[in-house]
């Protein structure tokens, strides 16, 4: 029977991210592990070198059968034995006998996985670097697009298209610093057997330890008991969080930046895309939408990820089957949603006229602060200003006026100020401080550090 999948990682968001959690990816990294072992032992004169010769050879899926592995697996109900006694079949002379001494289950698990994550995580951040350097690219094309900035959802002042990228592309530089920060602790593996204590290794265990790491260029836990602390697992997962959280963030600007009533980016729409099954008319952002709903997923995963650092005693099984199922999931959805971000981003579209629009949509109440400065300087005090301002602003939204209108009626404002002072006060070009400046300053940043071209 032809098997029909279940989980959406493996059809509509599979990404290429996706075989370093396959099945066989899994079990060529165990058999990989087993044969450094074996390497390792021969080394310290603990096996014969022949065979740990043979081991090599035939520690490779083309000899190890991942048929014959979940056959085994589901005779003994042990996936690690399975590996054990399927490599052990394909061993020729007494070579078989060899295979996974003086280890422990989790000595291979735990450091297969620790390759796994190792090969995602370098994976991702190529990823990263990919939506990093189309939003270095719209910050150049767009610094100096200036629009109006919100907060609390209202008008504040103005800023520029190139400042609000310019956050979200040093928000991602964080990540990518995250990642090598993480790599550090999450790339650790161990081979000190049952509970830790290196007593089936004997005298070499610490040596055999370090030289098995270096073959597999990890890390050597320096204390363990018969797992590898889930405390840095744990971080491989939250950082996944925090990355989809970042992806989640900008779609959702993008989301509320697209609506009717705003109009000024839209994600690309193919020219036979169908926004609605009902209404014709309709343009969903529903790619960005996407983003925002895996998201939410990579984030339970922490719950997970937190709890499976409980482990009771020297070890008990309450990670493993969670595990196999939160790695997978949240490298595959965070690769997903970087390229469909990256996507949106390489096709988004600008209604300039609706962003200038927008910009003085308040007829000139949103430079209030800048005409409040000006007071200031012209003999007014602070919060005296703050209060012409505040009531002409309610004067004006409630008679539909322009601010300048209602500033000329009084006699603070008309003592201090002509007409043509009030018009330069009021435009939003001259109130965008050092925007183009710290925006440049980053594209530098961006140049030096990535050498983007």
């Known amino acids: 029977m032809t098997h029909k999948f279940i989980h959406p990682i493996e059809t509509r968001y599979r990404t290429k991210i996706a075989d370093i959690f396959t099945e066989e990816k899994k079990l060529a ?7 450094i072992l074996a390497r390792i032992h021969a080394k310290l004169g603990n096996i014969p070198i022949e065979a740990a010769k043979e081991i090599e050879k035939k520690a490779t899926l083309e000899h190890v059968k991942i048929e014959r592995f979940k056959e085994l697996d589901r005779e003994i109900h042990h996936d690690l ?10 061993c ?18 735990d450091t297969a ?23 270095w690219l719209l910050i150049a094309e767009k610094k100096n697009l200036i629009c109006i900035g919100r907060t609390h959802g209202q008008h504040a002042i103005p800023t520029t298209y190139g400042m609000r990228f310019g956050v979200w592309a040093s928000e991602i530089d964080r990540h990518i610093d995250r ?8 790339a650790c593996g161990k081979m000190s057997g049952a509970v830790g204590t290196m007593a089936s290794f004997g005298e070499k265990g610490i040596e055999i330890q370090k030289l098995v790491m270096e073959e597999l260029d990890l890390s050597p836990v320096l204390i363990a008991n018969q797992v590898i602390q889930r405390d840095r697992h744990a971080e491989v997962i939250l950082l996944t969080a925090l990355i989809g959280q970042t992806l989640s963030k900008i779609a959702r600007e993008i989301r509320i930046l697209q609506r009717n009533e705003i109009g000024e980016i839209f994600e690309p729409f193919k020219k036979n895309q169908v926004g609605s099954s009902t209404m014709p008319h309709k343009r969903n952002p529903h790619k960005s939408e996407r983003i925002c709903s895996i998201a939410r997923v990579v984030k339970s995963n922490v719950i997970i ?12 099984l309450t990670n493993s089957a969670s595990e196999r199922v939160i790695f997978a999931e949240n490298f595959v959805f965070l690769d997903f949603m970087i390229i469909e971000l990256t996507s949106i981003l390489a096709g988004l579209e600008f209604n300039e006229s609706q962003i200038n629009r927008n910009l003085n949509l308040t007829r000139g109440a949103c430079l209030a602060e800048r005409i409040m400065v000006e007071l200031v300087k012209r003999g007014i005090g602070r919060q005296e200003g703050h209060e012409i301002l505040r009531q002409a602003a309610i004067q004006a939204r409630k008679e539909d006026v322009f601010i300048k209108d209602i500033l000329m009626t009084n006699r603070s404002i008309k003592e201090r100020f002509t007409q043509e002072d009030l018009d330069d006060l009021l435009d939003p070009k ?11 300053n980053l594209l530098d940043y961006f140049v030096n550090k990535y050498h983007f071209k």
Do not use: C, F, P
């Open 29 to 35: 990294n165990w058999l990989r592990v087993e044969a």
């Open 305 to 316: 990820a937190l709890d499976n650092i409980v482990l009771e005693d020297e070890r008990d």
């Open 179 to 186: 990642i090598s920060e993480t790599l550090r602790r999450a």
């Open 113 to 135: 996985l620790a390759l796994q994550l190792k090969e995602a995580l370098e994976y991702l951040k190529i990823s990263l670097l990919g939506l990093l350097k189309k939003l």
């Open 430 to 440: 001259g109130y965008i401080g050092k925007s183009i400046e710290q925006v440049n």
């Open 92 to 109: 020729d002379g007494e070579a078989g006998k060899y295979i996974h001494l003086g280890a422990t289950s989790y000595d291979i698990e």
């Open 81 to 90: 034995m399975a590996m054990v006694k399927a490599l052990t079949e394909q």
